[in-house]
């Protein structure tokens, strides 16, 4: 069993930046991977960020890529998503999330932080 603690969202202006964190604690996620999906009102979840624990390896949906970072900390337990050149189409509901590296379909959820970005 793995747990996802989301913090750090918030309200930012257009062009800003923002951090959100995800605290990991379990049994074995050090073979998992950790994402971000996110969902905006009226849309579906999409996949926003991936990397894995154990070799650091990282994927970004287009829409983010050159803008945002994913990385990790090995010694606090806790993923990060750095948030650059914020949009206001970026706003929605930030969820972290985790898979065991062996399957397709991400196992775990965290319950989701709120990234709001004025124009």
């Known amino acids: 069993q793995v747990q996802l603690v989301e913090s750090g969202g918030g309200l930012v202006q257009t062009g800003g930046s923002l951090r959100v964190s995800c605290a990991v604690s379990?049994?074995?996620?050090?073979?998992?991977?950790i994402g971000w999906f996110r969902q905006a009102p009226g849309k579906e979840r999409a996949f926003v960020a991936g990397?894995?624990?154990?070799?650091?390896?990282?994927n970004y949906a287009d829409s983010v890529k050159g803008r945002f970072i994913i990385s990790r900390d090995n010694a606090k337990n806790t993923v990060y998503l750095q948030m650059n050149s914020l949009k206001p189409e970026d706003t929605a509901l930030y969820y972290c999330?985790?898979?065991?590296?062996?399957?397709?379909?991400?196992?775990?959820w965290g319950q989701g932080t709120q990234v709001t970005v004025s124009s």
């Open positions: 999330v985790a898979r065991a590296m062996a399957h397709s379909t991400w196992d775990y």
């Open positions: 379990g049994r074995g996620f050090t073979n998992y991977r």
């Open positions: 990397i894995s624990w154990s070799g650091g390896n990282t």
